[in-house]
Nanobody, 113 residues
Framework: QVQLVESGGGLVQAGGSLNLSCKASGTIVSFNAMGWYRQAPGKQRELVATITSIGITNYRDSVKGRFTISRDNAKNTVYLQMNSLKPEDTAVYYC???????WGQGTQVTVSS
C-alpha cells in the first residue's frame, strides 16, 4: 500500500525559507514522477513542481528561482526547498505520486507579511 507523508510546513515570515519533505512507502520514488501541489483557501489545487524518474524538474512560473524540488533515493523521500517565501505562497502543500494518483495528507505553509 502506497503512503505519502508530508512534513516541514509551518509559519514563516515573508522572505523566509522552509523545506518540505514527502516520505514514501510502498513505492520507490526514484522510479516514478513525483510532484508537489498546493491549495490555498477558496482556490483550486495547483501544480508547484515535478521531478521525473530521470531527474528532470519543472516548476510553475511563480516559483521559478525560489523553489527547488529534489529527492533522496536512499531515504525514498522527495523534498521541496522553498526560499524567498511570499504571502501568496500560503497554502496546504501536497505530495503526489503522479502516475498512480496517490496523494499525501498535506502540510500547511503560512507566510506572514
Amino acid at each position: 500500500q502506497v503512503q505519502l507523508v508530508e512534513s516541514g510546513g509551518g509559519l514563516v515570515q515573508a522572505g523566509g525559507s522552509l523545506n518540505l519533505s514527502c516520505k514514501a512507502s510502498g513505492t520507490i520514488v526514484s522510479f516514478n514522477a513525483m510532484g508537489w501541489y498546493r491549495q490555498a483557501p477558496g482556490k483550486q489545487r495547483e501544480l508547484v513542481a515535478t521531478i521525473t524518474s530521470i531527474g528532470i524538474t519543472n516548476y510553475r512560473d511563480s516559483v521559478k528561482g525560489r523553489f527547488t524540488i529534489s529527492r533522496d533515493n536512499a531515504k525514498n523521500t522527495v523534498y521541496l526547498q522553498m526560499n524567498s517565501l511570499k504571502p501568496e505562497d500560503t497554502a496546504v502543500y501536497y505530495c503526489r505520486l503522479i502516475a498512480q494518483n496517490y496523494w499525501g495528507q498535506g502540510t500547511q505553509v503560512t507566510v506572514s507579511s
